[in-house]
Nanobody, 125 residues
């Protein structure tokens, strides 16, 4: 499965951005889809995932970010509000295309078999 992430950019602290991740195949049959991010010099970090319409978030973004999924458009979204400078990173979308992940593994980047190319988000005044 090929994933295409888009929507990144530069925004001031407190601003908003919406990222999109479009899949080359039907997302209806996929398991988890997730967002990760990676800041310079840091490891890839879990942001959130969604399966069967139920999102789960990292504590660092809970209450500010919202993940949604539109299977009719084969697209997952990440709505980011109240952005902070520490949210600056390259954001990656991922998918469990064979629907084999279980919930306890779904925060682990190594468990996902499909990845988008990443989109840069910069939060700066």
């Amino acid at each position: 499965v090929q994933l295409q992430a888009s929507g990144g950019g530069t925004v001031q602290p407190g601003g908003s951005l919406r990222l999109s991740c479009t899949a080359s195949e039907r997302t209806f049959s996929m398991g988890f889809m997730a967002w990760f991010r990676q800041a310079p010099g840091k490891e890839r970090e879990f942001v959130g995932h969604i399966r069967r319409g139920i999102p789960v978030y990292a504590d660092s973004v809970k209450g500010r970010f919202t993940i949604s999924r539109d299977n009719s458009k084969n697209t997952m979204y990440l709505q980011m509000n109240s952005l902070k400078p520490e949210d600056t990173a390259v954001y990656y979308c991922s998918a469990d295309s064979r629907s084999r992940l279980i919930l306890s593994s779904a925060r682990n980047a190594k468990e996902y078999d499909s990845w988008g190319q990443g989109t840069q988000v910069t939060v700066s005044s």
